[in-house]
């Protein structure tokens, strides 16, 4: 054999050696690239779970409940029950800052809703007005009003309060109110209650609507609702016989029925027409219903709906199957109850 021909067979040689080598080379370039992705994905792991089981302000970001003793920045759910012309959640409100006292019903979601959101709150002990007003960044006038309570009123460990987000005034939507009649009442700014519970115009206002004027004033008479005044037994039992009221009065005229199962039916308790149906962080699956003389009926952390928006509904007909959507105490099953609100009535079933 030449020289050149024993050349060109080495080359020839050598090219399978330099194909695998260079293989070689991309194949552990890429496990280091995995490995480190992987690793890095690990780490955000242990990062969560560490949050997720730890105390104070850590576990506060997963759990929904914040006790006294923590501290935490904390972002307020969305608050109960309505779409965008709903302030509760209003579960739209604001951050809540370090040594928060008592518990917080809801979870940490989005910053720009939390601004505006209602929130609930479950009183501890020590509690008072004064101290939560400091605490929550707002005046004692606004606490007092929007949980009908006096200046000199004693708060009970385990009472649920409504917080606002901002100092001011919370007024529920009668039929025929009107935005430049609520803005008088509570000598607030139009443009001002439009803008804070982001709603558009006027127009999209509904009777039952939880409306927040901020710097507003409860005034010390409120003109007359125009309601139809209410028949004698004008609301029946929304669950079945079997289901017992579990918690007295409660955000918003609320009262829990309950006998520790899920799946009974949600009946309506007057007949109207639907007004809202969707799902809400707090209130889970829930069907609104406005009936002929503007009071508005809730039901909530149903397990499924059985009525659309905009439908006509009769006294008894079954709207929903309890469960335990959205946030229970406790959760999962064996907090199956009905949420039933009344607005703009007496709620018939309360303690």
Known sequence: MSNRDEMSSNRRARKPLLYVALGAIFLLAGIGISLKTLTDSKVGEVNMLLMGQGTGAQKGVFSA???S????????????????????????????????????????????????????YVVEEGDTIDVLAERFG?????????NDLSSSSQLT?????VILPTSGALHLIRPQDTLSEIAV????SVEEILEFNEIESAQDIFVGDLLIIPDGRKPTTLPNGRLTPLANAYFILP???????????????????????????AYAAAGGITQQ?????????????????????????????????????LQGQIVGYIGHSGYT???????????????????????
């Open 138 to 146: 707002i005046s004692t006038n606004t606490i007092v009003w929007a």
């Open 239 to 265: 669950v079945p016989r079997s289901y017992k009221t579990t918690q007295g009065l409660h955000p918003f005229n609320a009262v829990d029925f309950s006998n520790g199962t899920c799946g009974g039916p």
């Open 65 to 67: 409940q914040v006790r």
């Open 185 to 188: 009442w509570y000598r607030g």
């Open 157 to 161: 460990p385990g009472q649920e309060l």
């Open 329 to 351: 105490i406790p959760s999962g099953q064996t907090g199956c109850h009905l949420h039933f609100e009344v607005r703009g009535a007496q709620n018939p079933f309360a303690k």
């Open 277 to 313: 149906v969707g799902y809400h962080s707090l209130a889970g699956n829930y069907v609104r219903i406005l009936h002929p003389n503007g009071v508005v009926t809730f039901y909530g952390h149903l397990s499924s709906q059985a009525a659309s928006p905009g439908e006509r509904v």
């Open 69 to 120: 003793d923590q501290v935490v920045a904390f972002e307020a759910p969305e608050l109960v029950l309505l779409d965008k012309t709903s302030v509760i959640a209003v579960t739209p409100p604001m951050t809540v800052g370090a040594n928060v006292l008592g518990a917080l019903i809801g979870d940490s979601s989005d910053d720009t809703k939390s601004k505006r959101e209602i929130l609930y």
